[in-house]
């Protein structure tokens, strides 16, 4: 059973057919670091899971790259609005790492809630989950200090000074990468 299977048999037990249907619709990819998934002006088109690797949602504001979340295995990965409008999107979503990821099309996800009334389930529970990491993003850059979001981010990703570039760390935690360096070396 791929993990992609899994994840979603832990929000709610699959019947034998919707499993099938799954599996016929998703594609599984090996991907290389810095791929792309997503660029500015493209529809987003499809989900993505990541069964390994770590994905960078990012905007660009006045030519500085701005980080807007990390997402490791385990996690979906998508633009939000681009893909549920099917409108152009404003993100980048690029790979840190090399990742395997699985993906589906809009399409077929649509079809997949049409003939399986369950999966409606399961969809909402994850767009519950992302919509309430989403927003405690913003509550933390709007209503934090510099030193909680510091430590909110290493509670939530322990290993993310090993694996993402110090200043995507701070355009992510809304600091220049100098204030986060006198950060980690003040905290320790």
């Not at 057919?17 to 791929?35: D, G, I, M, N």
């Not at 989950?129 to 934090?144: D, I, P």
């Not at 510091?150 to 694996?163: A, G, N, S």
């Amino acid at each position: 059973m791929s993990s992609f299977i899994a994840f979603i048999s832990q929000l709610q037990p699959l019947s034998p057919e919707l499993t099938t249907a799954l599996l016929a619709s998703t594609v599984r990819e090996e991907l290389p670091f810095h791929h792309q998934l997503l660029q500015p002006g493209q529809v987003a088109r499809r989900l993505y899971f990541l069964e390994t690797g770590l994905v960078r949602g990012y905007t660009l504001l006045h030519g500085r790259e701005v980080s807007s979340w990390f997402m490791q295995a385990g996690d979906f990965v998508i633009s939000i609005l681009s893909f549920f409008t099917q409108q152009p999107s404003q993100e980048y979503l690029e790979l840190l790492e090399p990742a395997v990821v699985h993906s589906i099309s809009y399409d077929q996800l649509q079809r997949l809630y049409h003939d399986f009334p369950e999966f409606n389930f399961i969809g909402r529970r994850v767009l519950e989950k992302y919509y309430v990491l989403s927003e405690q993003r913003a509550q933390n850059l709007r209503s934090r200090t510099a030193t909680e979001r510091y430590e909110l981010l290493l509670r939530d990703f322990p290993t993310v000074f090993q694996r993402v570039a110090l200043h995507h760390i701070a355009s992510h935690l809304g600091m220049a990468p100098e204030t986060l360096s006198r950060l980690r070396n003040k905290l320790g």
